[in-house]
């Protein structure tokens, strides 16, 4: 069972002089969730090496169980600081692919040809794909076998627009995912604001926010697993 999980290279918050990337928590609790399945885990970003940890998600209020276990993990620590060049990744050597979250991932993302062109490969050849939180931003261009959007007709969720006025970044994101993902024909579905909730459709596997992280792996490690 070979996954892949890819994260952010951006690390600038728009035109502020706030610095962001992937939330740790989206990639930790997944990361073990696959890991502790016995799960083999490549990790690849857009320029490879360390990808940007927002700073956010390292303050105390944002730790978790997973977080911790991260960080007392120098494996790990190294296995993140070494990511794969995303243009290198080959679709075939892997069994899913998994998308943690951050606002990182709106800028470059959801906009990288590598990435657009890995998710399309793996739904062609029928493997899971996953993404949670700010993540389901990279199916902003992704298209079906007939040129329609990925995410059209299908189940989604996302960060909601009421999470992202809550953190006060609603006009400093480039787009909000959800409203992109319903623009692109997506069925979206939400729970309450920072509670976990995982949408699935087909191959396809979204959470709303960082309380759905660890849901969101199980849902396609079960995928894996049919």
Not at 125 to 149: E, L, M, R, Y
Not at 151 to 169: I, R
């Amino acid at each position: 069972m070979k996954i892949l999980m890819v994260l952010t290279s951006h690390d600038q918050l728009g035109d502020t002089e706030h610095k962001t990337g992937f939330w740790l928590e989206e990639f930790a609790a997944p990361y073990y969730v696959f890991l502790d399945a016995g799960a083999n885990i490549t990790l690849a970003s857009p320029k490879g090496g360390q990808p940007p940890i927002d700073p956010n998600s390292s303050v105390p209020d944002a730790q978790t169980p997973a977080t911790e276990r991260f960080n007392q993990d120098t494996d790990a620590q190294k296995v993140l600081a070494n990511t794969v060049k995303l243009a290198y990744v080959n679709a075939n050597n892997f069994d899913a692919i998994f998308y943690p979250g951050g606002h990182g991932p709106l800028w470059d993302l959801a906009e990288d040809q590598h990435s657009i062109k890995l998710i399309q490969e793996f739904y062609k050849q029928s493997k899971p794909v996953g993404a949670v939180c700010h993540a389901p931003a990279v199916f902003k261009h992704t298209k079906d076998s007939k040129g329609d959007p990925l995410v059209k007709g299908k189940s989604v969720t996302c960060f909601t627009n009421t999470e992202e006025d809550a953190v006060q970044l609603t006009d400093i994101v480039p787009f909000l995912v959800e409203d992109m993902l319903k623009e692109n024909g997506g069925h979206f579905e939400r729970t309450q604001d920072w509670q976990s909730h995982v949408a699935i459709d087909g191959l396809l596997v979204t959470g709303q926010n960082p309380a759905s992280s660890d849901a969101t792996a199980e849902a396609l490690l079960t995928l894996l697993k049919q």
